[in-house]
């Protein structure tokens, strides 16, 4: 009998919250900061593969993997024994002000997975928010120009810069006050919801029409646009994949203008969708690519990867005390080694696999408005009425929360999606699980509508 965290499907064992993650919820309410958003109380004590034990000793399988995170799965052998390594050989010195071998090293290996010829350069950062940062701030030093082009539905972290970029929900801004100027939104090609009706590769025609026959006219000159910045598919906004023509004709727009073409990969990268980076199933050079999430299976890590020509910034221009970490380097060498030599195909065989079992459901259910993603990015969308495609935010909401008790772990994104973002190593026993749960959730959510 294997023990709960070598199970392959989840278990539990008490009602939820059990006892000890009540305790924990208690303590949570009366100390922690009241903006983190919580669906459901799972309170998580330990981690392996794709299933996650809490504090009570409930097994659930991960179909969220710490927000598209934890990309070889929680604590796999080979990324722990790399962090254990390091941090017995040494934590910290400061990427800024000295040097590690493996800063470099990985540095070397991100730059040759990011599309185009020319050299890379890599500035390491903490999160995705502080690669958005510096990103903008690369952008503006590189341009020597000021304005942003970004997308509505797009999240692109929270802090002041990044927050600007940023069109994901009102709630992310409300109270804050101004934020950066010279940021100008325009719609993200959302073809299920496109207003022209176009089918899936041509939706955002008329995007690119407004990009250059307004915003460049009557707002911007082209000439004083640092910066077009998008997710290639929308994370938070839903799992909304941009057409591949759209991206290609904003690629052309930047290299035409000299405005740098920034395509935000924290969500949607390293292996995900069953290339290292989503950019490449459109065949598009980026001139700066940001990451971070699943770059080291959940040590904090992001990076800026740009062409050498665009990363030509003086020392002290930009820096970091923590960013590149040696600990999180470590486990990002072993994160890469584990995608190359296997979860970048699993992903690839995974997601044709689940986007296969999820194939009729739009049929099937009438909750279900579209199923779109790539490889382990799977968005579903539910409505009230597939004919009118009103939004079940409600439905969606209860989905989650009824998966959760039955130990299935997803998350939402945007208003009204459910989100799988499993861990890259999940087999078909663990996908078939998943589909079979959320059948019999959708299936109850129905009798709800
Ligand atoms: N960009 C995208 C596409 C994201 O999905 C996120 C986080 O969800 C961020 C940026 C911000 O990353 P972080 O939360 O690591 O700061």
């Not at 504090?55 to 995170?69: E, P, T």
């Not at 070397?108 to 890599?122: C, I, S, W």
């Not at 990103?135 to 590189?142: D, E, N, Q, S």
């Amino acid at each position: 009998m294997p023990t709960t965290l070598e199970a392959k499907t989840p278990r539990l064992v008490t009602a939820l919250p059990g006892p000890n993650a009540k305790r924990v919820l208690e303590q949570d309410a009366k100390f922690m900061s009241p903006s983190y958003t919580r669906d459901y109380p799972l309170v998580a004590k330990r981690g392996h593969g794709a299933i996650v034990e809490d504090v009570d000793g409930n097994a659930f399988l991960d179909f969220a993997a710490g927000i598209a995170v934890c990309s070889t799965g929680h604590c796999h052998p080979k990324v722990v024994s790399a962090i254990q390594r390091q941090a017995a050989e040494l934590i910290h010195m400061s990427g800024t002000d000295f040097y590690y071998e493996s800063m470099p090293q990985l540095a070397a290996r991100l730059g040759r997975t990011m599309p185009g010829t020319e050299g890379k350069k890599v500035f390491f950062t903490n999160s995705g928010t502080e690669a958005i940062e510096g990103a903008i701030k690369l952008a503006r030093y590189a341009t020597k120009r000021d304005n942003f082009i970004a997308f509505y539905g797009c999240f692109h972290g929270r802090s002041m810069g990044a927050l600007s970029l940023t069109a994901s929900k009102s709630t992310q801004r409300k109270g804050f006050g101004a934020l950066l100027s010279g940021i100008e939104h325009i719609p993200y090609p959302y073809a299920y919801r496109c207003p022209h009706g176009h089918a899936a590769e041509s939706c955002g025609a008329e995007i690119l029409e407004q990009l250059e026959g307004q915003i460049f006219k009557r707002l911007f000159d082209p000439e004083d646009v640092a910066g077009i910045i998008i997710e290639p598919i929308q994370g938070e906004g839903g799992y909304v994949p941009a057409p591949k023509f759209f991206l290609q004709e904003l690629q052309r727009i930047c290299r035409q203008h000299g405005i740098m073409f920034i395509v935000d990969e924290v969500q949607s990268g390293m292996g995900r969708t069953g290339q290292w980076w989503a950019c490449e199933h459109s065949r598009i050079e980026p001139d700066i690519l940001c990451s971070a999430k699943g770059i080291a299976s959940g040590m904090p890590l992001g990076a800026i990867i740009a062409r050498e020509s665009v990363m030509r910034w003086k020392p002290g221009a930009h820096g970091t005390t923590f960013g590149g970490n040696p600990v999180c380097l470590a486990a990002a060498l072993a994160t890469m080694d584990l995608i190359e030599s296997e979860y970048l195909e699993n992903a690839r065989r995974m997601g044709d696999y689940l986007f296969g079992r999820l194939a009729g459901w739009t049929k099937n259910f009438k909750i279900v408005g579209d199923v779109r993603g790539r490889g382990l990015m799977i968005g579903i969308e539910i409505v009230r009425d597939q004919g009118t495609k009103e939004k079940a935010a409600d439905l969606r909401n209860a989905i989650v929360d009824l998966a959760f008790h039955k130990g299935l772990l997803v998350l939402g994104a945007g208003e009204n999606t459910i989100r799988l973002s499993p861990p890259l190593l999940i087999d078909q026993e663990q996908a078939d699980f998943a589909v079979r749960t959320l059948e019999d959730c959708f299936r109850e959510a129905e009798k709800k509508a």
